[in-house]
């Protein structure tokens, strides 16, 4: 039980009724002086309701107030304030966590229910975005966390491999393309055509049409065209690999638009039977008004598929295959409406799941303020970015640590975990202004940083000689307290983060951790030989084993040293 339940539920005791539990529960502080306690319950609520000073009530309540855990209970004004015994608390705490292990924190409601996340989902013979980087990092951590939660995920890489794109790109490759180039350099070659399709198309507008011809080719399983189309993917897809690679991130599936070619007829059925489809300019479409939405386009008017129809036939798919509980799509708030679309059209078509499907949108990386596009050649290649952190890391570790075995690995783990935790550290919502130079700092609030502190804790134990950590008997120290009352909140700051399904919950908790052990370290000598030495290592121990899980479940590695 965290320490705002131990205080709620002794003050409900004592309430006997005149406010719920949940009331008193969420009008709990935490005082802003530490000496004033370590929690607060003003009385203001209830002073209405008894018609009396606030000032008495908690005098009162102060005065019958009692728990185990408590030790000091005043009351400062209109408040209540406890202080809890950093020796019964801390024990327990620890103990649960050397117990545990890294078990410590997971939950069981979750069990035995699938979500299924889709998430990174890259378009072939484009570059790999900083929003597919969001998508991809974001989805990994969400899928840990549900994990944790008892959760089976699903981690779902829906690659855009179709579209009237393909029918541009191949007109582009017969007028222009060179075998050997796409070869050496594949994604930067294709999207060079790509572009050189549009700039041409400006003046001479019979390529879009030629586009759209070669898209319904495409579409008809056309043998030529059918090839190039196959060979870009396969070319696109390895390139993609090596991103993933580095990142650490592995997917369950790999279905992208074209698997659900042949499943959307079913659905096209299913509309035109409960009579939801309706011909506007040509094309059909599904009406959304009742929904304040635009239509939902379903067919165009020379019979191409679009993204939404391939969406709806993927979430019956995937309801199906996986009978998802919740079903996650990590994409850039850009697309809200077309989730919104795909959403209302399966609540229409009568599925009751549809309430399970949820858009999990999130900001732009901006440069210099502005929208990173990848038309306007903006573009920063990620693999680049990657590699460079590697290599700032690498350089970073042969000065602090010449000696340091395997200093590849370690490098890899620091670098690539400097950009996963610059992204996750934010709140997926806000948009990320894209900066080289703060995604590769290793000092303040980064991934490195965390990392950084684990190993030191992890040093320490080594240092100490012993073979366990394993007895805790509690500490005094205010130091120590910090660390205690923050690695109680692990378990909750979990449950938050998965219901939110914001991994940043998470990496400021990281942070929080990191700083208060950084502050013990600093002001303790932990390798003292006195009585408490056996529990200071204790804690040490049970530090690290919360960092490493909690970086765990941010999709970072956490290396014993650096
Ligand atoms: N490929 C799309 C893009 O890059 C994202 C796909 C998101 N997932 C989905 N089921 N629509 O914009």
Redesign the pocket.
Known sequence: MDLKSIFSKSLSSCLKGSLTKDEIHSSIEVPKHTQHGDLAFPCFRLAKIERKAPSAIAEQLAASLQAPEISKVTAIGPYVNVTFDPKTVGKKIVDTILQQGSQYGSHTFGSSKTVVI?MS???IAKPFSMG?LRSTVIGNSLAFIANKCGYTPIRIN?I?DWGTQFGKLIVAFKKWGDIDKVKENPIAELFTLYKKFHEEAATNPELEAEGRRAFKLLEDGEEEITNLWKWFRDESLQAFKKIYQLLGVEFDSYHGEAFFNDKMQEVIDQLKEKQLLETSQGAEVVRLEDKALPPCLIKKSDGATL?ATR?LA?ALYRQREYHFHKAL?V?GQE?TIHFKQITSVLGKLGYDWADNIQHIPFGLYLKDGKKMSTRKGRVVLLEEVLLEAITMAKSNIEEKNPHLQNAEDVAKSVGVGAIIFHDLKNDRQNDIEFSLESMLTFEGETGPYIQYANARAHSILRKSGEATFTTFDGLEDAESWDIIKLLRLFPEVIEKANLASSPSYIAKYTVDLAQSFNRYYGKTRILQQDTERESRLALVNAVSIVLTEALKLLGLKAPVEM
């Open positions: 889709d989902s890259p378009n597919h829906y855009g993204y969406d993927a799509y994409v697309q």
